[in-house]
């Protein structure tokens, strides 16, 4: 089993930044392909950003794509999300996935393992 714990939200104004942080324990971290995921209220949660197991492979969202960064040491077993000029359509409930596979997915189907989320509030 693998626990994720997720932290770093809070509330920011538009155009601001927050540093997100997953940390991970038990299983082998080093395996797993890590995703971090939002939802908003009333929608669907939705892929944000993922990292391969090594992470030589990133992958974003069309939307956040030059603005959110994520990495991961695996040494620490953390992975990161680091958001820069934040937008109000980035307010969301933040959670951390890891899956049994060392590419991130896009659908939340693919992962084993969830966070119990992080709140950011991006205000105008």
């Known amino acids: 089993q693998v626990q994720l714990v997720e932290s770093g939200g809070g509330a920011v104004q538009a155009g601001g930044s927050l540093r997100l942080s997953c940390a991970a324990s038990?299983?082998?971290?080093?395996?797993?392909?890590m995703g971090w995921f939002r939802q908003a209220p009333g929608k669907e949660r939705e892929f944000v950003a993922g990292?391969?197991?090594?992470?030589?492979?990133?992958d974003y969202e069309d939307s956040v794509k030059g603005r959110f960064t994520i990495s991961r040491d695996n040494a620490k077993k953390m992975v990161y999300l680091q958001m820069n000029s934040l937008k109000p359509d980035d307010t969301a409930v933040y959670y951390c996935?890891?899956?049994?596979?060392?590419?991130?997915?896009?659908?939340?189907?693919?992962?084993?393992?969830w966070g119990q989320g992080t709140h950011v509030t991006v205000s105008v």
């Open positions: 038990g299983g082998t971290f080093s395996l797993y392909g």
């Open positions: 990292i391969s197991s090594g992470g030589g492979i990133t």
């Open positions: 996935a890891a899956r049994y596979y060392s590419r991130a997915a896009r659908s939340t189907s693919e992962y084993d393992f």
